[in-house]
């Protein structure tokens, strides 16, 4: 089965971009997914790419997908304390009924 | 705005009583709905899929007489845990699937004393 993976902990300043990482097993996964949560919440889907895709931007996220490697990667620029929070990847492939995969989550710590 | 409304948010009740958390697709008609575990400081873990209609599809390891799970519309889910126990402590949340994203709700956090 499939198999989702990121590092634990990223500690960044207040201003600088964050970069989170995720790494995947399975090529079939067909939609990429990266969540926000924040303490005692639900998770909030920040943005998703499909895996014909190797670049989406929004606003000031920008995800980077390498199908070849099956690397995923989040970019978040001009990091806000607002944006600690762990951060999960997930992982699905084509249909709406499949279920998606998470990665262990990534705790991101933004210090002023 | 808010496309899936789970309900409550907080819950506590005794040992060996039963509880339901409600799950509602508020955007788009859902056949399919999932339910999560979530301990504290790790990922989510799949428990079951709800179809509707029809019987729920457990996950390996996940007592089905434990959690009852009811679709009875295409835009409400019951997750409702029985004879619950302290270590069914936990974070439980709901979540539904569009063609291409996938929305959770708040989440219900439910303390069992």
């Known amino acids: 089965g499939e198999d989702v993976e990121q590092s634990l902990f990223l500690s960044v300043r207040e201003g600088d971009s964050s970069v989170i990482n995720c790494t995947y097993t399975?090529?079939?996964?067909?939609?990429l997914y990266w969540y926000k949560q924040e303490p005692g919440a639900g998770l909030q889907l920040l943005t998703y790419i499909f895996s014909n895709m190797d670049m989406k931007q929004d606003q000031r996220l920008t995800v980077l997908l390498n199908k070849k490697d099956k690397h995923l990667s989040l970019r978040i620029a001009d990091t806000q304390t607002g944006d600690s929070a762990i951060y999960f990847c997930a992982a699905r492939p084509g249909a709406a009924g499949n279920k998606l995969t998470f990665g262990g989550g990534t705790r991101v710590l933004v210090k002023p | 705005g808010a496309v899936v409304s789970q309900h409550p948010s907080r819950v506590i009740c005794k040992s060996g009583t039963s509880v339901k958390i409600e799950c509602r697709s508020l955007?788009?008609?859902?056949?399919?709905m999932f339910w999560y575990r979530q301990f504290p400081k790790q990922s989510l873990m799949l428990m079951a899929t709800s179809n509707e209609g029809s019987k729920a599809t457990y996950e390996q390891g996940v007592e089905k007489d434990k959690f009852l799970i009811n679709h009875a519309s295409l835009t409400l889910s019951t997750l409702t845990v029985t004879s619950a126990h302290p270590e069914d402590s936990s974070f439980y949340i709901c979540s539904v699937q569009g063609d291409t994203e996938a929305f959770f709700g708040q989440g219900t956090r439910l303390t069992v004393v």
């Open positions: 955007d788009f008609q859902a056949t399919t």
């Open positions: 399975d090529s079939s996964s067909t939609y």
